[in-house]
Every structure is written in structure tokens, then in C-alpha cells.
């Protein structure tokens, strides 16, 4: 009697009222985990060592290439290129100045892939002073800091004897981070590239 006495709509809420009951207080939304830290830079191209020693202990023929083959130091510097730059900076720096132009290519196209504008000085002299193949990356890194005296190299090794240099060059200015300036500039030194004796290089 009392259920017919009350208004429909109360009655046809009494199931629903009756599941929440059994279901309990309603449950707190859980709070959204916290979104992760951005990586610095450094922990982007590298770990950190595990033991202060461990850098130290890859690093040492690098530091005395006297008593270490060429082999040995190149395999020494590939080891390193699992830490971040920040570590092995110092040790970069001192196979830009090793004996061998192998020693010394594997350490410039580390700063070029790293983009390491501290070993940019020692590029500027490899280009003028080192082998052909040192060159060939030095030239690389130097784009990647492109003032005017950067960009007037990479116009002049369009213009080198050799076709494979010319063609690394223009391959290059197109990937260098240039402003709206150096960027006009650029097509213009691209597009007389067109009228080169070398079928590659026009192609290019």
C-alpha cells in the first residue's frame, strides 16, 4: 500500500537506488601520474658511467698513443661513444689530435653527429691541414655552424677539383641551419651548381 502511494517517478528510481547502495560510496577518481621529465640533452646522446674510473680506464690509449696501435685507440674512441658528451668531452678533444687521420675522422664525425661546436677549431684546421677523408667530415661539422667564413668554405668546396667534395659540399649547405639571409644566398651558390662538368654533381 505504502509502495502505491508513491509518485511513479520516485518508484521507478527505487532499483537504481537500491544498486548504488549495495555498491558503496562512489570511488575517488584516481589522480593522472605525473608526466615525465624531459631528458636534458646530455642524457640524450649517452649514459653517465657507473664507476668514476670506467671512462678513464676506456680513455687510456687514447691518452698515450705511443704505446697503443691505431687499431686499439680507434676501437678505444668507438667504446666511448656510449657515454653522454658532457663526459667525454676531454677525451674528444685530445683524438682530434691523435697521430692517425682515422683516429682523428671517427672524433669529428662524433661532434658533427653530436653537434659538438666546441671541437668547430680543430675542424677549422683539419680542413686546412688534414687528409682528404678528415676534410671530408671536417667540412661536415663546420656546416653545422654556419657564420660567413663557415658558409665561404662550403662555397669553395663547391668549386674543389674533386666532384665527391663538391657534391658533399652542396649536400651539406642544403642540411645547414641557415637563417632567410644564408638561405637566399645558398640557392643562389646550389643553382650555378648546375652547370658543372660533373654528371653526379649536377644531379645533385
Known amino acids: 500500500m505504502v509502495r502505491r502511494s508513491l509518485p511513479a517517478l520516485v518508484l521507478a528510481s527505487l532499483p537504481l537506488l537500491a544498486d548504488e547502495a549495495q555498491a558503496g560510496p562512489p570511488r575517488s577518481k584516481k589522480a593522472a601520474p605525473p608526466e615525465p621529465e624531459e631528458p636534458s640533452p646530455h642524457e640524450l646522446d649517452g649514459r653517465f658511467p657507473v664507476w668514476p674510473s670506467e671512462v678513464d680506464r676506456i680513455a687510456a690509449p687514447l691518452r698515450d698513443p705511443a704505446t697503443a696501435t691505431e687499431s686499439v685507440r680507434m676501437a678505444a674512441l668507438q667504446e666511448l661513444q656510449q657515454f653522454a658528451t658532457v663526459v667525454i668531452l676531454p677525451e674528444i678533444e685530445l683524438a682530434l689530435t691523435d697521430p ?105
Open 100 to 204: 692517425s687521420p682515422e683516429v682523428r675522422r671517427i672524433a669529428l664525425t662524433l661532434c658533427a653527429t653530436r653537434r659538438i661546436l666546441a671541437c668547430v677549431p680543430e675542424a677549422e684546421r683539419q680542413w686546412v691541414e688534414g687528409e682528404a677523408s678528415v676534410r671530408m667530415v671536417a667540412l661536415g661539422l663546420l656546416s653545422e655552424d654556419p657564420s660567413e667564413a663557415h658558409l665561404q668554405i662550403l662555397y669553395d668546396a663547391m668549386r674543389d677539383p674533386n666532384d665527391l667534395l663538391r657534391e658533399q659540399a652542396i649536400n651539406l649547405l642544403v642540411e645547414a641551419p641557415l637563417d632567410e639571409q644564408q638561405a637566399a644566398a645558398a640557392r643562389q651558390e646550389i643553382v650555378a651548381q648546375l652547370g658543372d662538368v660533373s654528371t653526379r654533381v649536377r644531379a645533385t
